[in-house]
T-cell receptor, first 112, second 114 residues
Framework: GENVEQHPSTLSVQEGDSAVIKCTYSDSASNYFPWYKQELGKGPQLIIDIRSNVGEKKDQRIAVTLNKTAKHFSLHITETQPEDSAVYFCASLSGSARQLTFGSGTQLTVLP | AAGVIQSPRHLIKEKRETATLKCYPIPRHDTVYWYQQGPGQDPQFLIS???????DKGSIPDRFSAQQFSDYHSELNMSSLELGDSALYFC?????????????FGPGTRLTVT
């Protein structure tokens, strides 16, 4: 089955700096890669996603890049703000299956 | 915009009891997924339903069962509860189209087994 690895597990940045979280996946049939933000006691919130036919996607301060050859994708957050502090999960969706396989999560802390 | 609704939000049960979790998907979404998230862990896929039929099955214990009803809401039934079943249970929904993959999660049900 699919295996998704996520790094780093914790990340602290100063407000205004950029944050980068990286994930790798194992199944070459995976074709959809969402990123979720989860605040304490809440459900994961879809913040951005990318499909396998696209190399990069941007939405305001958030961007995701995908390298299909290397089987890795990354989340970039620019101009970080304290409200960006949360756990971020990457995930992949493989082939005809509709179940998401999640990475282990990154606790992002933005220091004011 | 309407979101996924889950009830109850919190549930406390004793070992060997049963529990039923409910999920109401976003209107016009036809697929429901159930995930289990242990403390400090990532969500683990349990089971999904598309148009009231079981679609995919993950690491769901035999003690658990689920179904999707005609109004698309879904229920997760958990029997013979064990201490290890204590976790957050999330429901997610999506609209199954050729290009639609987005899954939107509900707020979760926190199950505590004592």
């Amino acid at each position: 089955g699919e295996n998704v690895e996520q790094h780093p597990s914790t990340l602290s940045v100063q407000e205004g700096d950029s944050a980068v979280i990286k994930c790798t996946y194992s199944d070459s049939a995976s074709n959809y890669f969402p990123w979720y933000k989860q605040e304490l006691g809440k459900g994961p919130q879809l913040i951005i996603d990318i499909r396998s036919n696209v190399g990069e996607k941007k939405d305001q301060r958030i961007a995701v890049t995908l390298n299909k050859t290397a089987k890795h994708f990354s989340l970039h957050i620019t101009e970080t703000q304290p409200e960006d502090s949360a756990v971020y999960f990457c995930a992949s969706l493989s082939g005809s299956a509709r179940q998401l396989t999640f990475g282990s999560g990154t606790q992002l802390t933005v220091l004011p | 915009a309407a979101g996924v609704i889950q009830s109850p939000r919190h549930l406390i049960k004793e070992k060997r009891e049963t529990a039923t979790l409910k999920c109401y998907p976003i209107p016009r979404h036809d697929t429901v997924y159930w995930y289990q998230q242990g403390p400090g862990q990532d969500p683990q896929f349990l089971i999904s339903f598309y148009e009231k039929m079981q679609s995919d099955k993950g690491s769901i214990p035999d003690r658990f069962s689920a179904q999707q009803f005609s109004d698309y809401h879904s229920e997760l039934n958990m029997s013979s509860l064990e201490l290890g079943d204590s976790a957050l249970y999330f429901c997610a929904s999506s609209k199954r189209t050729k290009r639609g993959y987005e899954q939107y999660f509900g707020p979760g049900t926190r199950l505590t087994v004592t």
